[in-house]
Nanobody, 120 residues
Framework: QVQLVESGGGLVQTGGSLRLSCAAS????????MGWFRQAPGKERELVAA????????LYADSVKGRFTISRDNAKNTVYLQMNNLKPEDSAVYYC?????????????WGQGTQVTVSS
């Protein structure tokens, strides 16, 4: 089992920044691909960013490229999502996730989610 606990969400104005953190405990953190999903009301949950366990590969949704940066510290069992130049359409519940598959065809573990609200 892997437990994921997010923090860092909140309310920010358009153009502002937030950094989300996800602390993992349990099984070997470094064996998993880590990612951030988000889900806005009435919309499907979408993969926003992901990072391989050796940090050699990252991927981003087109909507956040150039604004969001995912990183991880395997020594601290923590993954981060730095979000800059936030827009109202970034408002959503953000979920940390872990998968043993780089295709993200299946998510093995989810965090409880943290709310991000961007005011216009």
């Amino acid at each position: 089992q892997v437990q994921l606990v997010e923090s860092g969400g909140g309310l920010v104005q358009t153009g502002g920044s937030l950094r989300l953190s996800c602390a993992a405990s349990g099984r070997t953190f470094s064996n998993y691909y880590m990612g951030w999903f988000r889900q806005a009301p009435g919309k499907e949950r979408e993969l926003v960013a992901a990072i391989s366990w050796l940090m050699r590969t990252t991927l981003y949704a087109d909507s956040v490229k150039g604004r969001f940066t995912i990183s991880r510290d395997n020594a601290k069992n923590t993954v981060y999502l730095q979000m800059n130049n936030l827009k109202p359409e970034d408002s959503a519940v953000y979920y940390c996730a872990a998968s043993a598959r780089d295709t993200w065809s299946q998510v093995d573990y989810w965090g409880q989610g943290t709310q991000v609200t961007v005011s216009s």
